[in-house]
């Protein structure tokens, strides 16, 4: 999905959807630790067309993958008139390395203070949304009212 076509599908998602839907109750998110607290079934339940990136087995798989600095903590939303998923939304940490490596000189400068000082210039990062942005990072049951749960996901995240 390119830029354009992602942002209209959120612009979609955020539409307000009449309160008759089958969501009973005000949504109440939060962030949990790991996937493995939601449950593969109840998070593949929320999926929609096209939204592989954000299937579990995939993002699990980032999970394990043991990347350096690198820490899962999805937000899911449920409504308090039910224990089902209402949303839900990848969550990461991260070190996001400000300098970036892709100037050379920087990483000659910084290779050696870096020694001294491992997290210089490095920035503890949280970021919602699938490691590989290629879809709406908000996967939302078609009976709740998108634009509600996907503020609550983002309360949640903050």
Not at 86 to 112: E, H, I, M, N, S
Request: glycine fraction near 12%; include cysteine.
């Amino acid at each position: 999905m390119n830029g354009v076509a992602q942002e209209g599908a959120l612009a979609r998602a955020l539409q307000p959807r009449p309160a008759s839907h089958g969501v009973a109750g005000p949504i109440s998110a939060q962030a949990v630790e790991g996937l493995a607290a939601v449950g593969q079934g109840r998070w593949d339940d929320l999926l929609g067309p096209g939204n592989d990136v954000l299937a579990y087995a995939y993002l699990d798989a980032w999970e394990h993958a043991e990347l350096p600095g690198f820490r899962s903590r999805p937000v899911v939303a449920r409504s308090s008139g039910g224990d089902g998923l209402v949303a839900a939304c990848p969550g990461f940490w991260y070190d996001l390395d400000l300098v970036g490596t892709r100037v050379p000189v920087a990483g000659q400068v910084l290779g050696p203070m870096r020694q001294l000082w491992p997290k210089l210039l490095m920035a503890r990062t949280y970021e919602i949304g699938s490691p590989t942005p290629l879809s709406s990072p908000f996967l939302v049951e078609p009976s709740a009212d998108a634009a509600t749960a996907i503020r609550a996901l983002v309360r949640a995240a903050l």
